[in-house]
């Protein structure tokens, strides 16, 4: 499967947050994925306690695969890299609340949010951490 897109983030390892709202100044965020520290750069999102990442190939990209695999993820802003891991949300309450948040951090059209056909991801604390 060998990986890399953008390899293993660097960064201080940091406590997971109780409140993401600080992300929402972030467009950009690193996801790291996989044994082999495959990185990908994404948009992400806060809603309440919880992040969350949306793959807009779905199934199709190779991260989305890797989460499927292995599910423990890390989360790169600014220079603080967070040890998580990911859960695919089927929920459509959730999805709801999660395309809604999309639309107003990015400012796209909820017809044109990418989510709505989207793979998105919740990211949690992992145990320990």
Do not use: C
Not at 19 to 27: C, K, N, R
Not at 84 to 105: Q, W
Request: proline share 3%; hydrophobic share 40%.
């Amino acid at each position: 499967m060998g990986g890399r897109a953008g390899g293993a983030r660097r960064g201080t390892v940091s406590r997971v947050p109780d409140d993401w709202g600080f992300s929402d100044a972030v467009d950009t965020v690193q996801l790291e994925t996989g044994a082999d520290a495959y990185s990908v750069n994404v948009w992400g999102v806060a809603v309440g306690p919880h992040f969350y990442v949306a793959s807009s190939r779905g199934g199709g990209s190779r991260w989305a695969q890797h989460i499927v695999q292995t599910p423990v993820v890390r989360l790169r802003i600014d220079d603080a890299v967070y040890p998580l891991r990911a859960s695919r949300v089927e929920d459509e309450a959730e999805l709801a609340t999660v395309t809604a948040a999309y639309v107003r951090k990015y400012e796209v059209e909820q017809g044109e949010n990418f989510v709505t056909t989207a793979w998105v991801f919740r990211l949690d604390a992992r145990e320990g951490s």
